[in-house]
């Protein structure tokens, strides 16, 4: 779409030059939707990434305590900073959807290094 009004808008320079700068609006608008359509398809994809995951986690973690057993490693410690970062994605309810996700995340929050490191 943006070729052709690209096209029309030079073809209009000499000749119509009001309609040409009508047109260079246009397309800078266009640009812009087109824009935050990307953005938007990126978030979407991001989310479903993340959902995904979240759902790999939540089958790992309920055969478990931590992502490589019985004991916290830094796999843990590496999703501790990610998981943060979805709740103040405001993206919590994706953690509070998977029973063993939310244990986990409630169980690195209770931790003394996080809570010295967040709080």
């Known amino acids: 779409k943006l070729d ?7 073809a209009l320079e000499a000749s119509e030059p009001e309609l040409a ?3 260079t609006k246009k397309m800078a608008q266009q640009r812009e939707k087109m824009g935050e359509h990307v953005k938007q398809s990126a978030y979407e994809a991001a989310v479903a990434k993340l959902e995904h995951t979240l759902d790999d986690m939540e089958a790992t973690l309920a055969a478990a305590p931590f992502l490589a057993g019985d004991t ?4 843990d410690a590496a999703w501790t900073t990610v998981l943060l970062r ?12 998977r029973p063993a996700v939310q244990r986990y995340w409630d169980a690195l929050k209770a931790r003394p290094s996080y809570q010295a490191a967040i709080l």
């Open 21 to 23: 700068e009508a047109y």
């Open 86 to 97: 979805v709740e103040e994605s405001e993206l919590d309810d994706r953690i509070a959807r």
């Open 4 to 10: 052709i009004m690209q096209r029309h808008r030079e």
């Open 72 to 75: 916290y490693s830094l796999a």
